[in-house]
Each structure stands twice: as structure tokens, then as C-alpha cells.
């Protein structure tokens, strides 16, 4: 057992009183949220326990689920599980094709961190979206997943007690904030099968046309 933080509780609190059943599916789609480490949900006698499991809810649940095992391997400086991420991303481009606005609506509802795991599963998802709808190919969409997927990676190296402060960031702290980008794309470049797109992904994706944006304006 561990102790959790005041703001943790509180986003579960959110969650739970926003629905009076819980599933057993849900219920896991929480518990791995990166944001909650150290909470365990345990579900009344009364509860469903998703004898039907939703294959949509089981998508985002691979999500959430390979996010969290990227953001602690970067926390701990260890490989990264990209086949792990290649798998998910597969596995989940079929359920964008059956209902792509039930897989979008399932992750708004049902996903608990705003800030590393969640964001950066609604931006893999969303991603794809596009791709799928502009025509490109299935490799492209895999492709365009996995840079989603891998984005924020660098999140994984901001202390906690920066990462998921509800005040206003201090100037020292949001210098700490702004390297993100950077030291995502220096834990994506360790290994020579990440993707090179997903590299400039990773290091670009708050850099603006205008000049303005970070890490390097």
C-alpha cells in the first residue's frame, strides 16, 4: 500500500459521483489511469461485472493500459514497450472503423487523467480519426497512432508535484514544464526503432508556425 494524494482522491470522487453504477470494465479503465497509482476500486456484490465486456471500453482500456507501462518505463529510464504500443494501436484502428464516435465518446467520459495518460490517449484517437478521414492508408493511421500515443512521453520526467499542480505554475516551475517536449524526444531517440516522426512529434507538437511555442521559440 502507498499513500495517495489529496488531488488523486478528488478526481476519483469526480468520476464516481458523476454515475450511480460503475462497471467492472469501468472500473479498470480507472484504476490504470497514471494519475491514480495506489487506489484499488472494488465493486459492491451488486454491481455489473461485465459479463458482456464492450470491445470499444476494452480499446481505451489497452490505451490507458500501454500509456501507463511508456510513462513508467520513461520515469525509470528503461525501453520503452513499443511493441506493446504497435499492438494496441492495431488493435484499436477496427474499433475507430465499427463506431468511431462511441470510442471518442467513451474515452471523454470515462477517463480520469486530464494531463498525461488520458490527454494523450483522446490525441491518439483523435489523430487517427483524421487520417482515417482524409483516406490515408492503414499504415499511415498506425503510423499517426503511435506519434499520439508517444507525444508526451516527456511528461513522464516532470516531477509529480509539477505535473499535476492545480495552482498556477511558478516561473521556475513552468521552465520545468516547458522541457517537456525535449526530453521526450531525447527518451524517443534512445531507441532506434521509434519511429522518426514520432521523434518530431514528440519534440514539436507546441512549436507554432508564428515562431512562438516551446521548448525552443
Same mark, same amino acid.
Given at each position: 500500500r502507498?499513500?495517495?494524494?489529496?488531488?488523486?482522491?478528488?478526481?476519483?470522487? %469526480?468520476?464516481? =459521483? +458523476?454515475?450511480?453504477? *460503475? %462497471?467492472?470494465?469501468?472500473? *479498470?479503465? &480507472?484504476?490504470r489511469?497514471?494519475?491514480?497509482?495506489g &487506489?484499488?476500486l472494488?465493486l459492491?456484490?451488486?454491481?455489473?461485472?461485465?459479463?458482456s +465486456?464492450n470491445?470499444r471500453?476494452? #480499446?481505451?482500456?489497452?490505451?490507458?493500459?500501454?500509456?501507463?507501462?511508456?510513462?513508467?518505463a520513461?520515469?525509470? #529510464?528503461?525501453?520503452?514497450?513499443?511493441?506493446?504500443?504497435a499492438s494496441?494501436?492495431?488493435?484499436?484502428?477496427?474499433?475507430?472503423?465499427?463506431?468511431?464516435?462511441?470510442?471518442l465518446? $467513451?474515452?471523454?467520459?470515462?477517463?480520469?487523467?486530464?494531463? %498525461?495518460?488520458?490527454?494523450?490517449?483522446?490525441?491518439?484517437?483523435l489523430?487517427?480519426?483524421?487520417?482515417?478521414?482524409?483516406?490515408?492508408?492503414?499504415?499511415t493511421q498506425?503510423?499517426? #497512432? %503511435?506519434?499520439?500515443?508517444?507525444?508526451? &512521453?516527456?511528461k513522464a520526467? $516532470?516531477?509529480?508535484d $509539477?505535473?499535476?499542480?492545480r =495552482?498556477?505554475l511558478?516561473?521556475?516551475? !513552468?521552465a !520545468?514544464?516547458?522541457?517537456?517536449?525535449?526530453?521526450g524526444?531525447? $527518451?524517443?531517440?534512445?531507441?532506434?526503432?521509434?519511429?522518426?516522426?514520432?521523434? #518530431?512529434?514528440?519534440?514539436?507538437?507546441h *512549436?507554432?508556425?508564428?515562431g512562438?511555442?516551446?521548448p525552443?521559440n
Amino acid at each position: 500500500r502507498q499513500l495517495v494524494d489529496g488531488p488523486a482522491l478528488e478526481r476519483v470522487f %469526480t468520476v464516481l =459521483s +458523476a454515475r450511480e453504477r *460503475l %462497471t467492472h470494465e469501468e472500473a *479498470l479503465v &480507472i484504476r490504470r489511469s497514471a494519475a491514480l497509482n495506489g &487506489i484499488e476500486l472494488q465493486l459492491a456484490d451488486d454491481c455489473e461485472q461485465g459479463e458482456s +465486456a464492450n470491445p470499444r471500453l476494452a #480499446g481505451l482500456q489497452d490505451l490507458t493500459a500501454t500509456l501507463h507501462e511508456q510513462h513508467v518505463a520513461a520515469a525509470r #529510464g528503461q525501453a520503452l514497450p513499443l511493441d506493446a504500443t504497435a499492438s494496441t494501436v492495431a488493435r484499436t484502428l477496427p474499433l475507430l472503423a465499427a463506431d468511431p464516435a462511441a470510442l471518442l465518446s $467513451i474515452a471523454r467520459d470515462h477517463e480520469v487523467d486530464q494531463f %498525461t495518460v488520458g490527454h494523450s490517449a483522446r490525441v491518439a484517437v483523435l489523430a487517427m480519426l483524421v487520417v482515417k478521414g482524409l483516406g490515408m492508408p492503414r499504415e499511415t493511421q498506425h503510423l499517426v #497512432g %503511435t506519434c499520439g500515443l508517444l507525444h508526451d &512521453i516527456g511528461k513522464a520526467r $516532470i516531477p509529480d508535484d $509539477i505535473l499535476f499542480k492545480r =495552482s498556477r505554475l511558478s516561473t521556475e516551475e !513552468w521552465a !520545468w514544464m516547458a522541457e517537456h517536449p525535449r526530453l521526450g524526444a531525447e $527518451i524517443l531517440l534512445q531507441d532506434p526503432d521509434v519511429p522518426k516522426e514520432a521523434v #518530431g512529434v514528440a519534440f514539436g507538437h507546441h *512549436l507554432r508556425p508564428n515562431g512562438r511555442g516551446y521548448p525552443r521559440n
